[in-house]
């Protein structure tokens, strides 16, 4: 693989100071028509077509797209205290609150702090069995239709079964059938909020619409969820060992509620649903963009249920055991290459500011796109290809830094990335030695670019395999 980051940076060198080049598409709405007939597409093309910064017109708002590396790192590392989260994440407010996602400043960096603990190694240590079990679960649950040739529905398969990971580890409750009403309003939010990311002209919250009533009863649902958690631990009282393991301690839930210091529950719900869905949508369409991907190239599936095999042989992983599947691994990140299910992100300058000699004017809405930077030319060979081997630590090129950042990067990079790493690594390590995922014939996969990338359908036939 070769990465020409170098290259694509050279601007950065220049004195002068100027704009980036415009595109403003038609008057009044803009780009909107193009961008809404098919935003992975425009994106990607815009990226290809005019490198590293452009600026882009969609109705009132301008928004300036930056796919080089070195302006990457500028935003997510170097000068970050200048770029905040930007408005467009204010269509996730109903949802997410004051939780950690939309959080600024001291109130982050506590809630940062707080939930931090959670994710070290050695609570990570601690969860493998836990997120295990689930899996365990799941696998059962496929026995069914693998016995009948049934077919499975990948994307609510793997929410469910990332949400029950998530609730097992981190909130030490077994689910009994509330993932069936928390995925579709989980769905039903996340849909109307990209509606409106990118629509100027939604129709207010306030009117009373069908798709506003779905959404607020969409939002009861959650919430009566989330409440729910929070009266069950009050009863239950705090220090709760849970599932994550005998000694481990107060889970994220404990943590969470021991730091509360008086402040409301609406602020604790905001926590819990912040972390909710960060934590088990996104996880759950990599895994089924993995077995989409893993279908198209048997070659790899060999490759993979070879190596977990030979370092697993059936048994259950320890932490240690993970590490080694370095094919897996490599597999995975390359899941997240061409489908990164936050697939593109914003902040807002709150000075002005100076990139190489780009000038960014304050107030100025910058937009970090994985799916369209993971996909350009000048920084991937192949780059619509599925080439697991340009991440293999021996002889996989490891200049890949901000060019690759399916979890962005910084200080405030995703806080679950070790965790979702974990996970998928279990769950692809056992299913693979159980069940041949061969995709049902006549299916038209298309990613659908909501706030997060899922494949549109992924209808999959489970078939057991059998040693050797
Ligand atoms: C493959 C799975 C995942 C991907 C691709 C992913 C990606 C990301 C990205 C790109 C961000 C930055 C968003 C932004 O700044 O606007 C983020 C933030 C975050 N993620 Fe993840 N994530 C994944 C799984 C998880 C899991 C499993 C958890 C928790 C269990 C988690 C918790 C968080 C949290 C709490 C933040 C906010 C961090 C902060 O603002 O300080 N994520 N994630």
């Known amino acids: 693989m070769t990465l020409v980051v170098d290259q694509v940076s050279v601007a ?6 100027h704009r980036p080049p415009q595109l403003k598409g038609l008057p009044v709405v803009g ?34 797209m930056l796919n080089d590396p070195v302006m990457i790192r500028h935003v997510l590392q170097d000068n970050r205290l200048n770029y905040e989260k930007s408005k467009f994440y204010d269509m996730m407010r109903s949802v997410l609150g004051e939780g950690i996602f939309l959080a600024e400043g001291e109130d982050w960096l506590g809630q940062r702090k707080t939930a931090s603990r959670s994710f070290q190694g050695c609570q990570l240590r601690r969860m493998t069995d836990a997120m295990q079990d689930a899996v365990d679960d799941m696998l059962q ?25 998530l609730m097992r580890t981190l909130f030490s409750v077994r689910l009994e059938g509330e993932h069936e009403a928390v995925f579709p309003a989980m769905t039903r939010v996340l849909r109307d909020a990209e509606r409106r ?35 069950q631990r009050r009863a239950e009282g705090s220090r709760h060992s849970g599932e994550a393991g005998e000694g481990a301690g107060g889970d994220l839930l404990d943590l969470l509620m021991a730091n509360q210091d008086g402040r409301s529950d609406k602020r604790l719900r905001d926590q819990i649903l912040s972390m909710i869905l960060a934590g088990h949508e996104t996880t759950a369409n990599a895994l089924a963009w993995c077995w989409y991907m893993l279908s198209l190239h048997p070659e ?30 490599s597999v995975f990140d390359e899941v997240l290459r061409l489908y990164p299910p936050l697939w593109t992100f914003s902040r807002t300058a709150v000075a002005k500011d ?39 630590p021996e002889t996989g090129d490891p200049r890949r830094r901000f060019a690759y950042f399916p979890f962005s990067d910084g200080p405030r990079t995703c806080l679950g990335e070790r965790f979702a790493v974990l996970e998928s690594l279990i769950a692809i390590s056992a299913v693979v030695q159980r069940f041949d995922l061969q995709l049902v014939p006549g299916q038209e996969v298309k990613p659908e670019p909501m706030i997060t990338l899922r494949p549109s359908g992924l209808l999959m036939r489970p078939v057991p395999v059998t040693e050797g």
């Open 141 to 165: 649950r496929w026995q069914a239709p693998a016995a009948q040739q049934g077919t499975l529905d990948m994307v609510p398969e793997m929410m469910r079964v990332t949400l029950d990971i």
């Open 354 to 392: 100076r990139i190489g000699d780009l000038e960014i004017a304050a107030g100025t809405n910058v937009m970090l796109n994985m799916f369209a930077v993971h996909r350009r030319p000048e920084l991937w060979d192949n780059p619509e290809g599925f080439d697991p081997g340009r991440f293999d």
């Open 31 to 64: 780009l909107l028509p193009e961008l809404r007939r098919d935003p992975l597409r425009f994106f990607t093309r815009v990226a290809r077509d005019h490198g590293g910064a452009v600026e882009l017109h969609f109705g009132l708002d301008r928004v300036t």
């Open 300 to 329: 790899s599936l060999r490759r993979v249920r070879t190596e977990c095999r030979s370092v697993l042989g059936g048994r259950r992983p320890d932490f240690a055991d993970l590490a080694k599947l370095t094919y897996t691994r």
């Open 197 to 231: 990311i990118w629509s100027p002209f939604a129709t207010p919250r306030w009117l009373p619409t069908a798709n506003n009533r779905g959404v607020k009863e969409a939002l009861a649902t959650l919430d009566s969820f989330v409440y729910g958690l929070i009266d």
């Open 12 to 17: 950065a060198g220049h004195r002068s100071n």
